[in-house]
């Protein structure tokens, strides 16, 4: 077996894996199955179209058996490895939409699983989220022991893949089945799709437009930066155990609100475009990862810290306009925003301050 297949690759995540495995196994090709609906509509890509080593197959991961190509690659000896990336996987859209995240997330998986199992690839990494454990109080951080208690249908539908990837490794032992889980924390960085909170924070800044913060805006994340993710990955795949949960924590906890204002004075914007709306259901209140055992089993560690990133990801998103406009502008996007957001802003409180 040799090269790599990554589902939903065209992605914000799965584009910085694939760049990633490019550079890091040089002999090696990359594949990607991308079914590209609204999320993976945005280019990231573009540039490797002509690469020698880079394989882009559109299809549906749930039919992952009768894409283009994929099925042809079963037949000589599969890959080295599977990253399953393909999800839905923004909360507010799953509250409305749900049936198409257990469609994606839950039967995608299954999918993914019902082919490895068959021969198509050496190790399943798959890649999940620390929403599976639900909230946090005060203290404390999530561990991979920790009871899973999702709170929202987008959070239950990961929560379900991962139990369907653990149970495959103890139903198919002895290799049918190699498989490893991964948990991150909240990312960001180039790419990021303008509906998630920070390219949002950046894009309605720049255009002076209001800052929509849920509620109090005192929810905490642990921020990961998109290329830090990657990296945990690849070392999932490279000396991960079988049937093991890891962890992958950017170590940066910060409240929303604090992420917007630095956002807002980075930019030079006045605190007055931030808008406390209502909050949205299920809203976890604060997340945090404890990534010991990546580190210490994995030899994995966050490299960037979050001021850094930030920085980075502010100049990036300055330098590519023309990319977040054509998102942000397009008939999809605007309605979207409008139905989850505007009724929100109209209501909610001016900003001014955290």
Known sequence: MTGFLVTGGCGFIGSGLVRLLLERYPEEEVWNLDLLTYAGRGGNLDDLRDHPRYRFVQGDVCDLGRAAGIHRRLGEGGFSAVFHLA???HVDRSTVEAVDFVR???LGTQA???WVRGGGAGRLVHCSTDEVYGSLGAKGRFRETTPLAPNSPYA????????????AVRTHGGGSVDAVVTRCSNNYGPFQFPEKFIPLMITSARDG????VYGDGRQVRDWIHVEDHALGLVAAFERGRAGEVYNLGGSSERENIAVALEILRALGKPESLL???EDRPGHDRRYAIDSSKARRDLGWRPRRRFERGLRETLNWYARNEAWWRRIRSSEGFEAYYRAMYERRIREGTPGGGA
């Open 104 to 106: 994606t997330n839950v």
């Open 87 to 89: 999800a839905e996987s």
């Open 112 to 114: 993914v699983l019902d």
């Open 209 to 212: 437009q209001p800052l929509p």
């Open 156 to 167: 239950a539908s990961k929560a379900a893949s991962d139990l369907l990837v653990l149970a």
């Open 275 to 277: 808008r406390f709306v």
